[in-house]
C-alpha cells in the first residue's frame, strides 16, 4: 500500500507541469481567439507571435498558433505574409485543411494558395533530392583515369574506404615485393654466374632460384589485385575479400567475384 501511494505522489508530480502547460497553453489560444473576433487583430498577431517563442509547444499548438497569426495577418491586409505563415502551418502538419463552411472565403483563398506553393516546394525538394542522388551515382559510376594508375584509388575516391585501401595495402606490398626482389635475383644471377666452385654455384643457384620465384610471385600478385580492382570497377561485380585460415597452408586471402 506504502508502495502505491509513493507511485501515485510521484506521478501527481510529474504529471502537474505537463498538466500545467497543458492548460496555458489551451487558455493562451482561447484568449487569441477572443482578441481576434473582437477585432483586435494586431493584438491577437503579437500574442500568437510572443506565444510561438515559448519552449514545450507541441505540433498541435503550434499548428493553431500560426493558424491565428495568418488570420490575423490577412485581417490586415497582409495577404503575402499570411501565405508564408500557412505554409509555415502546413510544414509542421501537412494534412492541416480548414473547415470550408465556417472559414470566410478571403481566407480560404489565401490558404489553398499556400497550400499550392507547399506542394510545389515540396515536388521541387524531392526531384532536387532524386536529381543530387542521380548525380552522386553517376559520378561513381565513371571511370576515371585512377582505375589504371594502381588498384584500389578509384575505389577510395567513390567512398568505398574499407575495400578501397584493402586494394591499395595489398597493391603496394606486392608491387614492392616485386620490386625488390627482380633486383636482389640480378645481383644474385651475377655471383651465380661469377661463381667458380661447384658448391658455391649450388648455393648461389638456390638463392637466384628464390628471389626469381618471389620475383614472380609478387609480381604475379600485384596482377590479381590489380585484375580484382578492374573488374570491381568496370563489370561492377561485387566483390568480397576476407582473410582466412587453413591448418594446411596457414593464413590466406579468400577471393569472391559474383557476377
Known amino acids: 500500500m506504502n508502495t502505491l501511494k509513493t507511485f501515485f505522489i510521484l506521478f501527481l508530480l510529474f504529471s502537474a507541469p505537463v498538466a500545467a502547460q497543458i492548460s496555458f497553453s489551451d487558455s493562451s489560444l482561447v484568449f487569441i481567439e477572443s482578441l481576434y473576433n473582437n477585432g483586435q487583430y494586431l493584438s491577437a498577431e503579437l500574442e500568437s507571435r510572443r506565444m510561438l517563442e515559448q519552449s514545450g509547444l507541441n505540433d498541435a499548438t503550434k499548428v493553431q498558433i500560426e493558424k491565428w497569426i495568418a488570420f490575423s495577418l490577412i485581417a490586415q491586409g497582409k495577404s503575402s505574409s499570411a501565405k508564408e505563415r500557412f505554409i509555415s502551418l502546413l510544414m509542421i502538419d501537412g494534412t492541416f485543411e480548414l473547415d470550408a463552411v465556417l472559414t470566410s472565403p478571403k481566407i480560404l483563398s489565401v490558404f ?46 567513390q567512398g568505398r574506404d574499407a575495400f578501397g585501401y584493402s586494394l591499395l595495402a595489398a597493391g603496394v606490398v606486392s608491387l614492392s615485393s616485386g620490386i625488390a626482389f627482380e633486383v636482389l635475383r640480378a645481383n644474385a644471377r651475377e655471383k651465380y654466374l661469377a661463381a667458380k666452385t661447384a658448391a658455391d654455384i649450388s648455393s648461389k643457384y638456390d638463392t637466384y632460384n628464390f628471389n626469381r620465384k618471389a620475383e614472380i610471385y609478387s609480381f604475379t600478385a600485384f596482377a590479381v589485385v590489380f585484375i580484382v580492382s578492374e573488374i570491381d570497377v568496370f563489370a561492377q561485380s561485387e566483390v568480397n575479400v576476407q582473410p582466412v585460415f587453413s591448418s594446411k597452408n596457414g593464413p590466406q586471402m579468400l577471393l569472391t567475384v559474383r557476377f
Open 112 to 157: 489553398n494558395d499556400a497550400k499550392m506553393k507547399f506542394s510545389t516546394q515540396r515536388k521541387n525538394i524531392a526531384i532536387d533530392t532524386s536529381r543530387s542522388a542521380f548525380h552522386q551515382q553517376t559520378e561513381r559510376s565513371i571511370v576515371s583515369f585512377r582505375t589504371i594508375l594502381f588498384p584500389g584509388w578509384e575505389q577510395i575516391h
